[in-house]
Protein backbone atom coordinates (compact mmCIF):
# COMPACT_ATOMS: atom_id res chain seq x y z
CA UNK A 1 0.00 0.00 0.00
CA UNK A 2 1.43 3.38 -0.95
CA UNK A 3 0.16 6.55 1.12
CA UNK A 4 0.26 10.06 -0.35
CA UNK A 5 0.46 12.76 2.20
CA UNK A 6 -0.72 16.11 0.14
CA UNK A 7 -0.30 19.74 1.34
CA UNK A 8 -3.52 21.28 3.00
CA UNK A 9 -6.37 22.77 0.72
CA UNK A 10 -6.12 26.40 0.92
CA UNK A 11 -7.85 28.58 -0.75
CA UNK A 12 -6.41 32.62 -1.26
CA UNK A 13 -7.12 35.04 -3.37
CA UNK A 14 -3.60 36.25 -4.78
CA UNK A 15 -1.74 35.09 -7.91
CA UNK A 16 -0.27 32.01 -8.34
CA UNK A 17 2.98 31.22 -8.97
CA UNK A 18 4.17 28.75 -11.78
CA UNK A 19 4.64 25.64 -11.24
CA UNK A 20 7.94 23.90 -12.41
CA UNK A 21 7.98 22.00 -15.68
CA UNK A 22 6.39 18.98 -15.84
CA UNK A 23 8.07 15.87 -16.82
CA UNK A 24 6.38 13.35 -18.61
CA UNK A 25 6.26 10.38 -16.47
CA UNK A 26 5.59 12.62 -13.31
CA UNK A 27 2.29 11.81 -11.50
CA UNK A 28 -0.24 14.00 -11.23
CA UNK A 29 -0.83 13.91 -7.21
CA UNK A 30 -2.17 17.59 -6.82
CA UNK A 31 -2.91 19.49 -3.38
CA UNK A 32 -6.82 19.09 -4.28
CA UNK A 33 -6.98 15.74 -5.54
CA UNK A 34 -5.54 12.43 -7.47
CA UNK A 35 -5.04 12.78 -11.12
CA UNK A 36 -7.82 10.39 -11.82
CA UNK A 37 -10.36 11.73 -9.87
CA UNK A 38 -12.33 14.01 -12.83
CA UNK A 39 -13.94 16.25 -10.10
CA UNK A 40 -11.02 17.22 -8.51
CA UNK A 41 -8.09 18.22 -10.74
CA UNK A 42 -8.81 21.82 -11.45
CA UNK A 43 -5.85 24.37 -10.67
CA UNK A 44 -8.16 26.64 -8.34
CA UNK A 45 -8.45 25.20 -5.03
CA UNK A 46 -11.61 24.64 -3.58
CA UNK A 47 -12.57 27.15 -0.88
CA UNK A 48 -12.41 26.25 2.74
CA UNK A 49 -14.95 24.90 4.85
CA UNK A 50 -17.48 27.35 6.91
CA UNK A 51 -16.21 27.56 10.47
CA UNK A 52 -19.72 28.34 11.56
CA UNK A 53 -20.76 24.99 10.35
CA UNK A 54 -19.30 21.54 12.06
CA UNK A 55 -17.60 19.92 9.33
CA UNK A 56 -17.20 16.46 7.79
CA UNK A 57 -14.64 15.23 8.81
CA UNK A 58 -13.29 12.23 6.19
CA UNK A 59 -15.15 12.79 2.69
CA UNK A 60 -13.69 9.45 0.82
CA UNK A 61 -13.88 9.74 -2.92
CA UNK A 62 -13.51 6.33 -4.92
CA UNK A 63 -12.12 5.89 -8.32
CA UNK A 64 -15.02 3.17 -9.79
CA UNK A 65 -14.18 -0.18 -7.77
CA UNK A 66 -16.12 -2.84 -5.60
CA UNK A 67 -14.62 -2.32 -2.53
CA UNK A 68 -15.95 -0.05 -0.32
CA UNK A 69 -13.93 1.97 3.17
CA UNK A 70 -14.24 0.93 6.21
CA UNK A 71 -17.03 2.91 8.50
CA UNK A 72 -14.87 5.07 10.24
CA UNK A 73 -17.45 7.19 13.49
CA UNK A 74 -17.41 11.23 13.71
CA UNK A 75 -14.33 12.52 14.79
CA UNK A 76 -14.15 16.24 15.63
CA UNK A 77 -11.94 19.03 15.36
CA UNK A 78 -11.22 19.15 19.04
CA UNK A 79 -10.47 15.35 18.97
CA UNK A 80 -7.87 15.51 16.31
CA UNK A 81 -5.87 18.57 18.30
CA UNK A 82 -2.26 18.34 18.98
CA UNK A 83 -2.07 18.61 22.75
CA UNK A 84 1.22 19.69 25.04
CA UNK A 85 3.10 16.30 25.92
CA UNK A 86 4.51 17.56 29.31
CA UNK A 87 7.83 18.21 29.81
CA UNK A 88 8.17 15.78 32.62
CA UNK A 89 7.47 13.09 30.31
CA UNK A 90 9.84 13.64 27.33
CA UNK A 91 13.00 11.70 27.86
CA UNK A 92 16.38 12.70 27.76
CA UNK A 93 18.60 12.60 24.98
CA UNK A 94 20.44 9.33 24.50
CA UNK A 95 24.43 10.01 24.16
CA UNK A 96 23.81 10.13 19.99
CA UNK A 97 21.55 13.22 20.04
CA UNK A 98 23.89 15.13 22.53
CA UNK A 99 25.14 17.49 20.06
CA UNK A 100 21.46 18.29 19.42
CA UNK A 101 21.32 19.28 23.17
CA UNK A 102 23.67 22.35 22.13
CA UNK A 103 20.99 23.75 19.71
CA UNK A 104 18.24 23.15 21.92
CA UNK A 105 19.68 25.56 25.06
CA UNK A 106 19.21 28.69 22.41
CA UNK A 107 15.74 28.27 22.09
CA UNK A 108 12.85 28.34 24.53
CA UNK A 109 10.89 24.64 24.19
CA UNK A 110 8.16 26.44 26.61
CA UNK A 111 7.10 28.23 23.81
CA UNK A 112 5.93 25.53 21.96
CA UNK A 113 3.22 24.89 24.59
CA UNK A 114 1.67 28.10 22.89
CA UNK A 115 0.81 26.52 20.23
CA UNK A 116 -1.80 23.63 18.57
CA UNK A 117 -2.93 22.46 15.44
CA UNK A 118 -5.92 21.22 14.45
CA UNK A 119 -6.47 18.63 11.84
CA UNK A 120 -9.38 17.27 9.48
CA UNK A 121 -9.50 14.70 6.74
CA UNK A 122 -10.80 16.80 3.52
CA UNK A 123 -10.89 13.88 1.25
CA UNK A 124 -8.93 10.78 0.50
CA UNK A 125 -9.16 8.74 -2.72
CA UNK A 126 -7.74 5.07 -3.70
CA UNK A 127 -6.70 3.00 -6.65
CA UNK A 128 -4.93 -0.31 -6.86
CA UNK A 129 -1.84 0.33 -5.83
CA UNK A 130 -2.32 4.33 -4.01
CA UNK A 131 -3.66 5.81 -1.18
CA UNK A 132 -4.13 9.23 -0.89
CA UNK A 133 -5.25 11.99 1.79
CA UNK A 134 -6.12 15.50 1.95
CA UNK A 135 -5.64 17.06 5.04
CA UNK A 136 -7.31 20.38 5.95
CA UNK A 137 -5.42 22.08 9.38
CA UNK A 138 -5.37 25.40 11.66
CA UNK A 139 -3.03 26.90 13.84
CA UNK A 140 -3.83 28.33 17.11
CA UNK A 141 -1.88 30.22 19.39
CA UNK A 142 -3.30 30.56 22.85
CA UNK A 143 -2.79 33.61 24.81
CA UNK A 144 -3.52 34.78 28.35
CA UNK A 145 -7.11 35.36 27.60
CA UNK A 146 -8.05 33.29 24.77
CA UNK A 147 -6.97 31.00 22.02
CA UNK A 148 -6.46 33.17 18.63
CA UNK A 149 -6.54 31.82 15.31
CA UNK A 150 -3.20 32.77 13.35
CA UNK A 151 -4.34 33.84 10.07
CA UNK A 152 -1.02 32.65 7.73
CA UNK A 153 -2.96 32.94 4.62
CA UNK A 154 -3.76 37.12 4.74
CA UNK A 155 -0.35 37.48 5.54
CA UNK A 156 1.16 35.30 2.53
CA UNK A 157 2.10 36.19 -0.87
CA UNK A 158 2.21 32.44 -2.12
CA UNK A 159 -0.52 30.30 -2.43
CA UNK A 160 0.20 26.32 -2.47
CA UNK A 161 1.21 25.34 -6.14
CA UNK A 162 -0.10 21.98 -7.88
CA UNK A 163 2.48 19.34 -6.74
CA UNK A 164 3.28 16.17 -8.61
CA UNK A 165 5.14 13.07 -6.81
CA UNK A 166 7.83 13.11 -9.86
CA UNK A 167 8.29 9.68 -11.99
CA UNK A 168 11.87 9.31 -11.25
CA UNK A 169 11.89 8.60 -7.65
CA UNK A 170 11.86 5.15 -6.26
CA UNK A 171 8.69 4.83 -4.41
CA UNK A 172 8.15 3.53 -1.06
CA UNK A 173 5.31 2.62 1.39
CA UNK A 174 4.98 6.59 2.30
CA UNK A 175 5.39 9.26 0.01
CA UNK A 176 5.22 12.92 1.10
CA UNK A 177 5.98 15.63 -0.56
CA UNK A 178 6.05 19.18 0.63
CA UNK A 179 6.25 22.66 -1.24
CA UNK A 180 7.70 25.53 0.07
CA UNK A 181 4.28 26.74 1.11
CA UNK A 182 4.02 24.63 3.99
CA UNK A 183 7.51 25.69 5.75
CA UNK A 184 6.46 29.56 4.91
CA UNK A 185 2.93 28.94 6.15
CA UNK A 186 4.75 27.71 9.71
CA UNK A 187 7.22 30.39 10.03
CA UNK A 188 4.59 33.09 9.42
CA UNK A 189 2.81 31.73 12.71
CA UNK A 190 5.68 31.08 14.68
CA UNK A 191 6.37 34.83 13.44
CA UNK A 192 3.39 36.17 14.66
CA UNK A 193 3.40 34.42 18.06
CA UNK A 194 7.14 35.43 18.55
CA UNK A 195 8.11 31.68 18.93
CA UNK A 196 11.42 32.48 16.53
CA UNK A 197 13.05 34.23 19.26
CA UNK A 198 16.86 33.30 21.08
CA UNK A 199 17.96 34.19 24.32
CA UNK A 200 21.74 34.27 24.60
CA UNK A 201 23.16 34.94 27.85
CA UNK A 202 26.87 34.80 30.24
CA UNK A 203 25.62 30.51 30.28
CA UNK A 204 25.20 30.21 26.40
CA UNK A 205 27.96 27.52 24.59
CA UNK A 206 30.43 29.49 22.64
CA UNK A 207 28.28 32.85 22.40
CA UNK A 208 27.93 33.84 25.57
CA UNK A 209 31.82 34.27 26.09
CA UNK A 210 32.11 36.43 22.65
CA UNK A 211 29.73 39.01 24.67
CA UNK A 212 32.04 39.58 27.51
CA UNK A 213 33.33 43.00 27.62
CA UNK A 214 37.03 41.89 28.76
CA UNK A 215 39.32 38.90 28.82
CA UNK A 216 42.42 37.62 28.53
CA UNK A 217 44.94 38.51 25.59
CA UNK A 218 44.52 34.28 24.57
CA UNK A 219 40.71 34.67 24.58
CA UNK A 220 38.23 36.38 22.28
CA UNK A 221 35.21 38.86 23.40
CA UNK A 222 33.50 41.83 22.76
CA UNK A 223 36.02 44.37 23.19
CA UNK A 224 38.37 42.62 20.37
CA UNK A 225 36.21 44.45 18.11
CA UNK A 226 34.25 46.47 19.94
CA UNK A 227 36.48 48.88 22.36
CA UNK A 228 33.57 51.26 23.01
CA UNK A 229 32.09 47.92 25.14
CA UNK A 230 34.75 47.55 27.43
CA UNK A 231 35.12 51.25 28.46
CA UNK A 232 31.37 52.17 28.76
CA UNK A 233 30.88 48.62 30.86
CA UNK A 234 34.20 47.19 32.00
CA UNK A 235 33.96 43.43 33.13
CA UNK A 236 31.01 43.11 32.48
CA UNK A 237 28.25 40.24 30.74
CA UNK A 238 26.29 41.37 28.22
CA UNK A 239 22.89 39.12 27.43
CA UNK A 240 21.42 39.33 23.35
CA UNK A 241 17.54 38.24 22.41
CA UNK A 242 17.30 38.21 18.70
CA UNK A 243 13.77 38.20 17.00
CA UNK A 244 12.51 38.08 13.46
CA UNK A 245 11.37 41.50 12.09
CA UNK A 246 9.56 39.95 9.32
CA UNK A 247 8.70 36.20 8.63
CA UNK A 248 11.55 34.32 7.14
CA UNK A 249 11.25 33.10 3.65
CA UNK A 250 12.11 29.74 2.90
CA UNK A 251 12.99 28.56 -0.47
CA UNK A 252 13.90 24.87 -2.02
CA UNK A 253 16.65 23.64 -4.10
CA UNK A 254 18.36 20.71 -5.30
CA UNK A 255 20.30 19.30 -2.14
CA UNK A 256 19.91 22.80 -0.73
CA UNK A 257 17.75 25.12 1.91
CA UNK A 258 17.84 28.62 1.98
CA UNK A 259 16.03 30.96 4.36
CA UNK A 260 15.63 34.41 4.11
CA UNK A 261 16.25 36.31 7.77
CA UNK A 262 15.90 39.56 8.84
CA UNK A 263 16.30 40.19 12.49
CA UNK A 264 16.61 42.46 15.45
CA UNK A 265 19.42 41.94 18.44
CA UNK A 266 19.09 44.06 21.94
CA UNK A 267 21.68 43.46 23.91
CA UNK A 268 21.20 43.82 27.46
CA UNK A 269 23.38 43.96 30.99
CA UNK A 270 23.43 40.28 31.60
CA UNK A 271 22.94 40.58 35.63
CA UNK A 272 19.92 44.08 35.30
CA UNK A 273 19.00 43.34 31.96
CA UNK A 274 19.42 47.06 31.25
CA UNK A 275 19.23 47.16 27.56
CA UNK A 276 22.21 49.07 26.14
CA UNK A 277 22.32 48.46 22.10
CA UNK A 278 20.04 47.31 19.30
CA UNK A 279 21.27 45.77 16.27
CA UNK A 280 19.09 45.01 12.90
CA UNK A 281 20.97 43.03 10.63
CA UNK A 282 19.40 40.26 7.41
CA UNK A 283 21.05 36.93 6.01
CA UNK A 284 20.40 33.86 4.02
CA UNK A 285 20.86 31.06 5.87
CA UNK A 286 22.63 28.13 3.59
CA UNK A 287 21.71 25.03 4.67
CA UNK A 288 22.83 21.99 2.67
CA UNK A 289 21.38 18.18 2.90
CA UNK A 290 22.21 14.85 1.31
CA UNK A 291 21.35 11.45 2.67
CA UNK A 292 23.83 8.75 2.27
CA UNK A 293 22.68 5.28 4.00
CA UNK A 294 20.96 5.94 7.48
CA UNK A 295 22.33 9.79 7.82
CA UNK A 296 21.79 12.55 6.84
CA UNK A 297 24.51 15.00 6.10
CA UNK A 298 23.98 18.83 6.75
CA UNK A 299 26.27 21.66 6.65
CA UNK A 300 25.05 25.17 7.61
CA UNK A 301 26.48 28.24 6.78
CA UNK A 302 25.93 32.48 6.30
CA UNK A 303 25.92 34.30 3.54
CA UNK A 304 24.93 37.98 3.25
CA UNK A 305 25.46 38.56 6.89
CA UNK A 306 24.37 42.53 6.75
CA UNK A 307 23.99 44.83 9.72
CA UNK A 308 21.29 47.29 8.49
CA UNK A 309 21.79 51.07 9.29
CA UNK A 310 19.15 51.69 11.87
CA UNK A 311 21.26 50.53 14.40
CA UNK A 312 22.23 51.65 17.82
CA UNK A 313 24.98 50.36 19.11
CA UNK A 314 27.83 52.40 21.44
CA UNK A 315 26.33 55.31 18.48
CA UNK A 316 28.50 53.53 15.93
CA UNK A 317 28.03 53.21 12.17
CA UNK A 318 27.05 50.14 10.61
CA UNK A 319 31.15 49.58 9.07
CA UNK A 320 32.86 49.78 12.35
CA UNK A 321 30.70 46.73 13.10
CA UNK A 322 32.05 44.34 10.09
CA UNK A 323 34.67 42.58 13.00
CA UNK A 324 31.95 42.00 15.31
CA UNK A 325 30.13 40.58 12.18
CA UNK A 326 32.48 38.12 10.72
CA UNK A 327 33.04 37.13 14.51
CA UNK A 328 29.46 36.43 14.96
CA UNK A 329 29.15 34.33 11.35
CA UNK A 330 32.34 32.44 12.51
CA UNK A 331 31.04 31.30 15.58
CA UNK A 332 27.59 30.26 14.93
CA UNK A 333 29.42 28.35 11.51
CA UNK A 334 31.64 26.65 13.85
CA UNK A 335 29.09 25.37 16.25
CA UNK A 336 27.25 23.88 13.07
CA UNK A 337 30.33 22.33 12.48
CA UNK A 338 30.38 20.78 15.57
CA UNK A 339 26.84 19.58 15.97
CA UNK A 340 26.61 18.39 12.54
CA UNK A 341 29.93 16.73 12.07
CA UNK A 342 28.63 13.27 12.26
CA UNK A 343 25.61 14.08 10.63
CA UNK A 344 22.23 13.18 11.64
CA UNK A 345 20.94 9.40 12.24
CA UNK A 346 17.57 8.71 10.64
CA UNK A 347 18.35 5.11 12.40
CA UNK A 348 17.56 7.40 15.36
CA UNK A 349 13.77 8.42 14.05
CA UNK A 350 13.01 5.03 12.81
CA UNK A 351 13.56 3.31 16.28
CA UNK A 352 11.63 6.44 18.20
CA UNK A 353 8.36 5.61 15.53
CA UNK A 354 8.95 1.97 15.25
CA UNK A 355 5.91 1.35 17.85
CA UNK A 356 3.69 3.24 15.04
CA UNK A 357 4.88 0.84 11.85
CA UNK A 358 7.27 3.37 10.56
CA UNK A 359 10.41 2.41 10.13
CA UNK A 360 13.72 3.44 7.52
CA UNK A 361 13.26 6.91 7.02
CA UNK A 362 14.62 9.15 3.71
CA UNK A 363 15.05 12.68 3.33
CA UNK A 364 15.58 14.42 -0.03
CA UNK A 365 15.52 18.27 -1.31
CA UNK A 366 14.41 17.47 -4.96
CA UNK A 367 15.03 19.86 -7.80
CA UNK A 368 11.32 20.03 -8.18
CA UNK A 369 11.36 22.69 -5.40
CA UNK A 370 10.25 20.03 -2.93
CA UNK A 371 10.85 18.21 -0.04
CA UNK A 372 10.61 13.99 -0.23
CA UNK A 373 9.89 12.32 2.79
CA UNK A 374 9.82 8.49 2.68
CA UNK A 375 9.25 5.51 4.99
CA UNK A 376 8.44 2.20 5.23
CA UNK A 377 5.07 1.33 6.71
CA UNK A 378 4.49 -1.79 9.19
CA UNK A 379 0.26 -1.44 8.15
CA UNK A 380 -1.16 -3.84 10.53
CA UNK A 381 1.52 -2.34 13.58
CA UNK A 382 0.60 1.44 12.69
CA UNK A 383 -3.35 0.56 12.60
CA UNK A 384 -3.98 -1.98 15.11
CA UNK A 385 -0.69 -2.72 17.10
CA UNK A 386 0.80 0.23 18.37
CA UNK A 387 1.24 -0.51 21.84
CA UNK A 388 2.39 2.60 23.25
CA UNK A 389 0.31 6.14 22.45
CA UNK A 390 3.34 8.33 23.17
CA UNK A 391 6.78 9.43 20.63
CA UNK A 392 9.23 9.78 22.84
CA UNK A 393 11.74 12.29 21.59
Given at each position: ?150 STIQSSDIIPRKLRFPGRIQRR ?73 RPPKFSIKQDELNIHFVGLATF ?126
Amino acid sequence: MKVHLLTPNISIPRKKEPSPPTQSNDEDYDVWGHSSSMDNTSEKPAPPPSPSHQQQNLRVKHIPSPVQPRPTPPVSRRELRVEHIPSSNIQALTQEDASLSKLIKLVDINNLQKLFIDMDFIDSIAGEDYFSVGVDGLGFVSSSKSPTIVSTIQSSDIIPRKLRFPGRIQRRNLDIVLSDFTPNSLLIQAHRAKLLSIKITGETPMFGKLLRTNCSPDEICLSDTVSEAAELYPNRQLGAYIETLRPPKFSIKQDELNIHFVGLATFFLDDTKQTIGKIPFSTDVIIKMVTRSTRLQVSLHLENLTILEDLDFFELPATSLNGFRDAVKGSIENLARQVLVNGIDLSVIGRRFSNYGLTNFYLELLSEEMILLQADVDVFKLAFDSNNDNINI
